[in-house]
């Protein structure tokens, strides 16, 4: 999978340009606010229509403009598909090869690209919400059905807490459907997410110590309620749970509870791992990722690394280039500008007239 180029328009501090891409490394550097990572958001957005920032759309376009837009040609498996997209007047449009499309849903697959920022280590020090959400999208990219059972489930989810929130009279026929449904999809995603966690493992351990040379154990813990019992206990469980929830007036228990932990040497991460091992730890979990989806799409998803040479030595660029040279196309933002080998394209952004 590859990006072969990207025409931005008033896309945060970027007016208007077209940027090119090599298929194996473009080195993107220049310094702060020259807009390195912003490049690196309208790529992202142009695969699902998001930043990969957590912000609205709004936020995402130049100020005193009237709109932004992001065009690009990718390719996976040798076909060329042309995706564009932006928003006008509060207006969002998507247009895939030449075809209005209504739902950013369409797009899955068609282009996945992997991001690793600065702010990856939430992944480590946030809350269960950010590990879940990390972990999901890792499904999603390899499962496009895994959107829905995520969709239904978090539907429900609403539905049910709103009964408590409102106080309404509970109709348990009500209730109970919302529970089925809870039920049913959280089995399916509970399970989901323990695959994903189980092929994590066998490679995490492997992959942090071929970036760090350090022989830690890695471990990832996925913790769920789901785990155990089957479709009837757990709707038991719901049912039992109703008083406890009206007083608190959400649903305190499914798989929106779930959390991923992040083990070393048999400490959570999040307490007892050094700032430095906390970004090699989110690195090795990108390569991993990468590496996951590789084996059954059969190809590398597109990385995205945003200031990640700053925080490692020489020797840890060159082990971290190492897994995708002649693998994955690898675009990788800097302030500086460093030799990391032949091939390689470089764009200043500096030089870019925004």
């Keep these: 999978m590859k990006i072969l180029d990207i025409n931005v328009i008033n896309f945060r501090n970027i007016k208007e340009k077209k940027f090119e891409f090599a298929d194996t490394v473009t080195y993107v550097y220049g310094e702060n606010g020259s807009g390195k990572t912003n ?3 309208a790529i992202y957005y142009l695969s699902c229509g998001k930043s990969f920032r957590n912000v609205k759309d709004s936020d995402i376009r130049m ?11 990718v390719s996976s498996d040798d076909t060329k598909h042309k995706i564009a997209m932006g928003m006008k007047s509060g207006e969002k449009k998507i247009i895939l090869d030449g075809k209005n499309i209504k739902k950013v849903s369409e797009l899955f697959g068609v282009f996945i690209p992997v991001v690793f920022s600065p702010e990856d280590t939430s992944v480590i020090n946030g809350s269960p919400m950010i590990r879940r959400r990390f972990i999901d999208r890792m499904i999603a990219s390899i499962d496009n059905d895994y959107i829905i059972y995520l969709k239904k489930y978090n539907y429900a989810l609403e539905q049910r807490n709103k009964l408590f929130r409102e106080a309404i009279d509970n109709d348990e026929n009500l209730l109970y459907a919302y529970e089925k449904i809870l039920t049913e999809n959280g089995i399916i995603i509970a399970e ?27 471990f990832v813990n996925y913790k769920s309620e789901f785990t155990d019992g089957d479709r009837d206990d757990l709707l038991l469980r719901y049912r039992n749970k109703r008083g406890n929830d009206k007083l608190l007036k959400r649903t305190s228990f499914g798989v929106h509870t779930d959390d991923i932990q992040i083990v070393i040497n048999g400490e959570n991460s999040r307490y007892f791992a050094s700032t430095g091992e906390k970004k090699s730890l989110v690195v090795a979990l990108r390569i991993a990722e990468s590496d996951i989806y590789n084996k059954i799409k059969n190809e590398y998803p597109v990385m995205l690394l945003d200031d990640i040479f700053s925080e490692l030595d020489e020797k840890r660029r060159r082990n971290l280039l190492k897994f ?12 500086e ?11 200043n952004m500096e030089q870019i007239d925004g």
């Design 39 to 41: 490049l690196l958001e």
């Design 63 to 73: 100020r005193e403009t009237e709109y932004f837009h992001v065009d690009g040609t």
């Design 192 to 218: 989901r997410r323990r695959e994903t966690v189980d092929k994590l493992n066998e490679i995490i351990t492997d992959i942090y110590f071929r970036i760090t040379g350090a022989k830690d154990r890695i």
């Design 324 to 335: 995708f040279i002649d693998k994955a196309q690898v675009i990788i933002t800097s302030p």
């Design 337 to 347: 500008r460093y030799d990391i080998g032949t091939g390689v394209a470089y764009i």
